[in-house]
């Protein structure tokens, strides 16, 4: 277990948090760049266009959009119903079988043709990551998300109005982890962009080596180091 004032899963730390929102930068230029032209990290945008084509009278352009927030929809639903039951029968924890299912799919996905119907891709990285973010909630204690930026840039802001006004707590140490994470994100597009350009649909492949060293991570805190702690939930849910 990792933290210092306080014991915190393996799945809950720090490192975890960042190598997954590495991950999700990756995801979001992989879609962006060669599946579509879409993110489909969050469901923002998704509902904008779904209120756009409404507005205008497309109506099954609109109901199109309800593909990929379904999608979503199911990925919040399942992580939410399978975390115990995991746990009880394949004594791993859910957050480790997630990701062996996210490297499943993401290797799946790189074998789609290039002329595969792009909806393919974003549905299964629709569905993905809505459960990572379901699953993954606070990094040591500090409420995170593993599949966008715009809270982080949120609470960087919090933190740092606090600091400035002098309120009491860590504050910058706070601002410090949420800049970590766009930083990280930045770089996981950053590299998918380049890979994209050079490997077109099976860039996605690239995520594997982050995928599998977070899995390795947490295979070994469930059957090891964490054994005992099988049953424990991590903070936030």
Sequence with gaps: MTGNNENYLECE?????????????????YTYSVR??????????????????LGKGEITGGIYYLIPMSAYLLG???SEILPKPVKKKY??????LLILIEIAAVILLGFLPESAPHQISQVAINFICSMQYNTFRQAE????????????L???GIALAKAITGKEGKNMERALEHIKMIGVFVIGGIVSAFLCTLFKG???WGALIPLLIVFIDLLYADLKTEREYIE??????
């Design 13 to 29: 730390s720090s490192r975890v948090f960042k190598i997954l929102m590495l991950v999700a930068g990756f995801y979001g230029a």
């Design 36 to 53: 579509g032209g879409v993110f489909c990290n969050a469901q923002t945008a998704n509902f904008v266009l779904f209120a756009m084509a």
């Design 76 to 78: 919040a639903i399942v």
């Design 91 to 96: 004594f791993i924890r859910w957050d480790t």
């Design 141 to 152: 204690g500090i409420p995170m998300a593993t599949t966008f930026c715009t809270n982080h």
């Design 154 to 156: 949120r609470q960087t």
């Design 202 to 204: 099976r860039a996605i």
């Design 232 to 237: 424990a939930k991590p903070h936030g849910h």
